[in-house]
């Protein structure tokens, strides 16, 4: 099976971490493995009524934040990658400038050095420099900034739709392709601008 790393942090959208697990299960083909920061889990609580152990139930192994000495610290535990979703500020600063304090930055750190696919799904806005600055330097790095903004092309009409469109796209990235939400211009999806205006 596919390994791949889920980080949560405190920022706002825990359901993308959440989501992204429950569309893994559904796939079958990739083994989870799950770490939390603590704000993470005071977040989800105001975020959703619903108990941290059914988050943790979608994992196949779930790491305590302040573990740095588990498995996925290190370069020799072999995965396809690993997706922070959502990735606070705090978490995005500290993983540019090296600062690798808990698990979800030095499992990041980890990603990052051994030429790994990391997506960080940042939740912020608007932005200043210093965050501009820090996210052009992770991407210098090889991370994927990946801001979780919805598209609109595939007229969602749910919250679930919305974020499956996301999480679809990131999942992408490590190379798990699951046709959660309609893809612009392909079969099954949404027709292309030509189709619309009837371009030849």
């Not at 059914?54 to 396809?80: C, D, K, M, T």
């Amino acid at each position: 099976m596919k390994r791949i790393i889920i980080g949560i942090t405190g920022a706002t959208g825990t359901i993308y971490g959440w989501r992204l697990m429950e569309l893994l299960r559904s796939e079958g083909q990739t083994e989870i493995h799950l770490v939390m920061s603590p704000s993470a889990k005071l977040t989800l609580k105001m975020e959703h009524d619903v108990e941290l152990e059914r988050i943790s139930s979608l994992a196949h192994e779930v790491h305590a934040p302040g573990n740095i000495g588990a498995a996925i610290s290190s370069g020799s535990f072999f995965s396809e990658g690993m997706i922070i979703a959502p990735c606070s500020i705090k978490t995005m600063s500290n993983i540019a400038m090296g600062n690798t304090g808990d698990l979800i930055t030095r499992a990041a750190d980890v990603i990052l050095k051994e030429r790994r696919k990391l997506v960080v799904a940042v939740r912020e806005t608007p932005l200043h420099a210093g965050h501009l600055e820090s996210m052009s330097k992770l991407a210098n790095l090889g991370a994927v900034i990946f801001p979780p903004v919805p598209a609109f092309y595939n007229r969602p009409k749910t919250l679930e739709d919305i974020v499956d469109q996301s999480c679809m796209r990131m999942l992408d990235q490590l190379g798990v392709n699951l046709e959660s939400s309609p893809r612009w211009g392909e079969e099954g999806g949404v027709a292309a601008v030509g189709q619309v205006l009837g371009d030849k």
